[in-house]
């Protein structure tokens, strides 16, 4: 499984960005999909999680009500929209994909390259 994140930008404090992890593989739908990510000098961090059929999604309490994640299989492809989004969740951001679910970034296996959103304020 290959992976892109793609959608990060410059956006002012309380907007909204929507982030895309494609995938190629036929076996995406079977995986679960994590998003983490990484700002200068911090060690990376869970941001959210969506199971492979899309039923239970799990978030930071960071990003808690203001994040959300779905997925269409049918496009290999999870979107997780930010809204409200702070300075603080200035980032690289990064998808990966694992056979569970999990908040911990050694759950995933496959890694795509990070996207950065950077929220100015």
């Known amino acids: 499984v290959q992976l892109q994140a793609s959608g990060g930008g410059l956006v002012q404090a309380g907007g909204s960005l929507r982030l895309s992890c494609a995938a190629s593989g036929r076996t995406f739908s079977t995986y679960a999909v994590g998003w983490f990510r990484q700002a200068p000098g911090k060690e990376r961090e869970f941001v959210a999680t969506?199971?492979?059929?899309?039923?239970?999604?799990t978030y930071a309490d960071s990003v808690k009500g203001r994040f959300t994640l779905s997925r269409d299989n049918a496009k290999n492809t999870v979107y997780l929209q930010m809204n409200s989004l702070k300075s603080e969740d200035t980032a690289v951001y990064y998808c990966?994909?694992?056979?569970?679910?999990?908040?911990?970034?050694?759950?995933?296996?496959?890694w795509g390259p990070g996207t950065q959103v950077t929220v100015s304020s």
């Open positions: 990966a994909a694992g056979r569970t679910s999990g908040t911990y970034s050694r759950t995933y296996t496959y």
């Open positions: 969506i199971s492979w059929n899309g039923v239970t999604t």
